[in-house]
């Protein structure tokens, strides 16, 4: 597997660092990408080549797919996992913050798919995994659009399934549930900055109780590096792999209840963890705390 090549976005933590880590232990030379650099410069001491990008700069972008070209003539795997939650309704959320959501979560994924797929042709054969969410498949309140770049992802992700096969290239969509990442406490962060005042502030407490639940529930990053290196060892990878806690009977239900009947569903869970939450601490505290 040593001639094996592979990117990891946001790579400095999280899930992102637990993949590449698991790729290397694989045998991958594994190009660890993310803003930033103290953290990834951790990785170099496996065998892990960190590199500064940012996910929305094209030049960046470009530099990094000839990088790895000059330095190792082939790209088998690229890992879309780059991304963020910024919570907050949709009236409050300013559009210069949705669209970074945007840049970040989908252009920046679509932009670096763009430049690795010419070599992925050369070669008939790679694998594009792209980090979605079963976010990408639900949808619960103070979290628009968020939720709309998941479900951009998860379209994207189908049609691109479909141009890539004749040509050898598998895309292969990964959908975490409950994971315990940084994630949970941006995405809190970003909800009481911008909907925790005004009409929307008892959604707002709902949800950020929900999310300043940070053990128990939530699934180690491993299950979803597991699930990378599951679909790239395949000979026939599954479309889709929904991992973590709580991903699998959540898109279940979804697919079985109508609208509103999910609706209804999210609500009653979202109040059920969040008097769970409140009994810990309330989400205010916690998340300034985790913050710090």
Known sequence: MSDKVAIVTGASAGIGEATARKLRAMGYQVYAVARRTE??????????????????????????????LAESGRVDVLVNNAGYGSFGA?????????????????????????????????????????????????????????????FAVEGLSDSMRMELAPLGIDVIVIQPGAIATEWTGIAGRHLLATSGQGAYADQAAISAAF?????????????????????????????????????KPILAVRRILPDRGFDWFMRTMLRTLARFAARRGTPQRRLARDGA
């Open 39 to 68: 953290r990834i410069a951790l990785l170099a001491e496996v065998g892990i080549r960190p590199v500064r990008v940012d996910i929305t700069d094209d030049a960046a972008l470009v530099d990094l797919v000839k990088q790895v």
């Open 90 to 150: 949709v009236e409050d959320v300013p559009l210069d913050e949705a669209r970074r959501q945007f840049d970040v979560n989908v252009f920046g994924l679509a932009r670096l798919t763009q430049l690795v797929l010419p070599q992925m042709r050369r070669q008939g054969s790679g694998r594009i995994v792209n980090i979605s969410s079963m976010g990408g498949k639900i949808h619960e309140p103070l979290g628009g659009w968020y939720h709309a770049t998941k």
């Open 211 to 247: 999310l300043s639940i940070e053990d128990g529930p939530a699934s180690p990053p491993s299950v979803v590096a597991d699930a990378v290196a599951k679909a790239v060892r395949a000979r026939r990878p599954r479309t889709r792999y929904a991992v973590g806690n709580g991903a």
